[in-house]
């Protein structure tokens, strides 16, 4: 028997359902190719009532080039990205923005994933001077890729601290639902109010088959993304169906109600983990990630019936990550799991 | 009433229902993301099928990104793409290999699409010196964008001056099936076995909802293929609905009955429409594209209830494209508008 | 006994001896790097004289670089480049621009080596098609590639047709100096004055070591080129010995007197040859180029005492350059090889 | 009076008076552009006779150029490159390694400015995942940017390590003429016979105009340099005159006399700035650089009369270089500065 991948991370998920029955309620006529029909045109509408009416709205194939998009857009090749070390779009797009946008990105050490002021002040030297690249952008995730979550007091110091240098705020929202749903907050709170520029918001981790958008707070930045977004080798020919996909998830709250079965799943088996002796929960549980660390000669028996990531070698720390279809049952038949192997 | 988009392209159409079905029926269990999945194996071992054992295949989520990371795996910057000035890598896909490569493309003007090896010939001369780029990629496109078609021999002979010269023989087959369906050969008979290197295998354009396959001969160019496709941000997490539906296209010979009826029902039209006063096919039909100038004084009233492209505005010139999807009565609805508008 | 280059080539010429005793007299005191020197200062200021006092003027090591710094900033990634096939950015920089900007040049045909405005506006259908990449720049070289050179309201109804399209106007001005000696203008009268944006100053081809500048005519251009320089990999550290030429080379009319000579010396030459039979001259002689054909059963006795380029081999057409340092001697000379070789 | 910068680069001096002569004696005749001249076969063989005779040599502008032309021929977009955090590459090229090669740079911070094996490990996780950017090159820099220098055997450590894990090494040796006079040892000791791939050697630091050079070991890494050069906008086209600076530097041992007399009076401006009460000496004093701290509240005054570079403003560290021309009676000026000022 083939070991679950069910807590390995949440795009082993499939699609959900009523996201598959809005793809095939789109597969009806033939309709304009590239974004010119009514599927997507609605989606954009739910994402102005989410994040309001001047936002530019784009969608793309995938996470990496939804992020690329959006920095290329705030950082020229001579400027730079300030980001914390864990951020995707440092540790995991295989050098994606360097080679797309040819700049450099300025990773700060950050235990919990998350960024602060004075993470960006200390990036800031170089201003000025010609042999440096010159910091341009902060790039946040949200949630943090170690399932922390930025309040909005946090965001709003960090685009305080931009502002006055100069810098422009951007936000790998791949689990912004997550976030949102466990600040309980609507996602324009944490995004459009607190002073993003550019949002990544994503839709594949929470139940998609695969869309991801480019939210862009400031209408004169998006000017010209058609042109590169095609370029970036990220328009999808048969939109519609990106459409259908997103209009189905801000529709109706499915975004929130998958993002908070996630989070709850991802506390439920922090309890029960928690529990377990020999585990020991070593981040803050506020989204759909849960990091643990767990006894070294134990893995190979964990891993065994559960893949899942290793996160960091040298400390035996793990990740589990619950999804939108999480169920109660699989939860517990995971701690049960743990449970047996380190008993 | 708007105009139907039906001949405008072939991905006006939506998903095949065998394809939608496929994806379906992968919705199921949780799976591992980025391709280690069985619908992703079970789909290349389709392409094996099709292209022999050792053809290396990477799914990727659109044509210019499989084009694009096909083509890096044959010309390094400095280094020089011939094409037709037609080619969609050069005149449709806003610049992307230049981007992304940073080589030049070297453009050279074809009536029907076609490449010919004194086309090759007549861009070698800046082999050697230093101040030019070096030519290394002859780039093909079957069928064409003007719906014609490369005989084997055809494709053959350019393979032939290729090598002679140290060049490598890429093909875009976003409509290969078009064109192995209109020779009545195999996949093979127009790719390996004349010579290709690397090929895009187009699925969008023949019923899917969006996957294009990135094909290998030579297993040693496509060594570090998997970092490039994730740097290219060409990585579908959940690819195991890629693999669906790869699966099911190649299966059952679902892409040979699409592409029969796309070429038969071109044919179809191009017998009517050629027909009607005042128009005249300007293009062989041997795929599904059909290519006419029809009179300038009609041309609005042509596209109140049907909208297509003017490919040559000087000349008039428009182009219909029929789809897998298209039916006899869609073509005779047609025939019948040209006919009235013209009349 | 080796053929002598002398008309191969304005670069085959050395330092003029104004420009080598104004590098010794800057080599006195250590001086701060990087430019900010008063040899470079004084440079400058030389340059305000010609050129007025807003234009931003910045050195670089050679032409490539200039031209490639001054394109960046006119045209983005997914813009596109208009100029003649014969410009030295599209046939002889390797593919510079495409891999350091990323973007694709059109180019033109066109038989002595002037864009016309005809020839921006046939490229000019691809604007707002996201397919396609927007042209942005057009890209002017003076004198022209075969030594022809526009005239002052040749430039300003290009500068016209670009302006009415959104584009700006890019002036490779390698041989300038030969331009307005040949036009018997000043050196704004052909560049600030009709619409140019960015110019690149040769300086090599006219007498320098190697020195070339980059002169941007709208300063909010120039804000970031200090950065865009050093990630070019063209900032001189020793700038003050780029200033010293400069200075040398602007100051006292020595450009003028440089380009003078080189032009007279290419009339003498044109008027020489063009008197032995089997030579056509195929250019106006307007600057120091001349172009002309030759018998195809004599080249190789003419390149054995004299080496020099064949630029079209099928026509057997030849060019010779002359140089700030050709005597009527030299020239002599080289008819009389003409002559003998071709009785 | 302005502060005298003689201690703030070894760039700020000028050329000495042999390079001049040899570049006033190479302007006599027209000489083939681009490398094809007595005077660049002339220093190619002096590379030669230092580096071997396999040695492949090429000139360029600067050593920005010459890292980023070396890095690329050894690593490709998706790959990166371990330096120390304080590399040139890294620290002072306004990000062109990332720009022109589209790579990452993996920074290890050195308190001392050398690598070590467990730095190299330390960097090998990612490798074999395709999210990550895959380790190809170490760049370790010969004097360190801290004035530091390897040995052979922490050299050959690095290497060894390096091919280990499929690795190669790049060596930024824009004072590697430091570093050998101040080991004793030949060019080639600390080079090609310790394993290193590729080295950028220079020449501007040590008494040349301006050149650099790239080096490469495995000549069948270096059969496309040519291309590689023009279109990374490095080649000069009066080369002679770069072939001149060079033969004039390698040949009769001036590129050691010049290198022994920076690190000679570094060391002497080390032992008379050590005796200064306050100044504290922070690095080994191995090349021609001195690190040391000051008091802050004396670092006005002490800027006052000679101008040099803080290197690390909380620590008040600062940076002093020595020149191929600084005289006993420089130092000693400035250290009776010194000691005035903190008096």
Redesign the interface.
Known sequence: MHP???F??D?????HPEV?AA??A?????????GSDVWTATAIDRFHEHFGPEAEVFFV?????AN?LGLQLLA???E?IICADSAHIH??????P???I????LAVPSRDGKLRPTDIASQL?GIGN?????PRVVSVTQATEYGTVYRPDELGALAEVARRHGLRLHMDGARLANAAASLELPLRAITAEVGVDVLTFGG??NGL??AEAVVVFDPALAR?F?????????????M??LGAQFAALLGDDLWRRNAENANRMARLLADLAGQVPGVTITQPVEANAVFATVPRDRMAALLERF?FYVWD?PRTEVRWMA?FDTTEEDVRAFARHLQAVLA
């Open positions: 679950s991948p069910h390995a991370s795009n082993t998920a499939g699609i598959l793809i095939a789109a597969n009806t006529v033939h309709a304009v190719a590239y194939f995938g996470g990496t080039g690329v020229r090749p001579h730079a540790a995991d797009e295989c050098g994606a360097e080679r797309f040819g700049c450099k990105l030297k010609e042999h440096h690249v010159q594949t981790k088959l695969g010209d058609r042109y590169q977004r095609k370029q970036a080798m990220q328009l999808p020919s048969k519609r169906f893949f070698e999804s």
